[in-house]
């Protein structure tokens, strides 16, 4: 639209320039003392060509310009129409953000929800089990201390009790809190 603007001015500026030139002309040929009747019909003959070609110039930079003008406002129309689509298309799209957001927070809350449910059995099952390990400690201490008392004695503790022992059947290995990490 703003280079339709712009031809529209330089063909106006184009128009304005041949009718100074035009007019100089006339002025030209006014000052120059006639010299011979065959210049003054030249003159002449000059004078009404160049009125007829300074109207067929008008005239056509007339129909460019009404041309363009018209160009101009289907342009402004076609502008106006795609500015009402735009600010439809903003509306909808802010009203199905809006939606969008309802539902996402509703969503969200039901996720935080779920969330923190499991956050809760989660600590529950650690507590659960850092009581059996104290147990299951407390449990090969005693079985420990009941076989260094049989033995004080003079029992047999059988070197299968013993390697039962050692290969951690019964006993809490060093790596425990590694291996009970791994399997969380």
């Given amino acids: 639209m703003e280079n339709l603007r712009k031809q529209l001015e330089d063909?106006?500026?184009?128009?304005?320039?041949?009718?100074?030139?035009?007019?100089?002309?006339?002025?030209?040929a006014a000052q120059a003392p006639p010299h011979s009747e065959h210049n003054g019909t030249v003159e002449r003959e000059t004078e009404v060509s160049g009125e007829h070609l300074d109207e067929a110039a008008q005239a056509r930079l007339q129909q460019e310009c009404a041309t363009l003008k018209q160009q101009v406002k289907d342009y402004e129309i076609h502008v106006k129409q795609l500015q009402t689509q735009l600010e439809t298309?903003?509306?909808?799209?802010?009203?199905?953000?809006?939606?969008?957001?309802?539902?996402?927070?509703?969503?969200?809350?039901?996720?935080?929800?779920?969330?923190?449910?499991?956050?809760?059995?989660?600590?529950?099952?650690?507590?659960?089990?850092?009581?059996?390990?104290?147990?299951?400690?407390?449990?090969?201490?005693?079985?420990s201390e009941y076989r260094r008392k049989l033995r004080?004695?003079?029992?047999?503790?059988?070197?299968?009790?013993?390697?039962?022992?050692?290969?951690g059947d019964f006993a809490i290995t060093e790596n425990y809190d590694d291996d009970l990490e791994d399997i969380q």
């Fill in 89 to 143: 298309a903003a509306a909808a799209a802010a009203a199905a953000t809006a939606a969008s957001v309802a539902v996402g927070t509703g969503s969200g809350n039901t996720a935080e929800a779920r969330c923190k449910q499991l956050e809760e059995e989660l600590d529950t099952i650690k507590r659960e089990q850092e009581d059996l390990l104290v147990l299951v400690t407390d449990q090969d201490s005693k079985m």
């Fill in 152 to 167: 004080t004695y003079g029992e047999d503790v059988t070197e299968d009790e013993d390697e039962e022992d050692e290969d």
């Fill in 11 to 28: 063909l106006q500026l184009v128009l304005y320039n041949k009718d100074s030139e035009i007019q100089q002309l006339k002025e030209a």
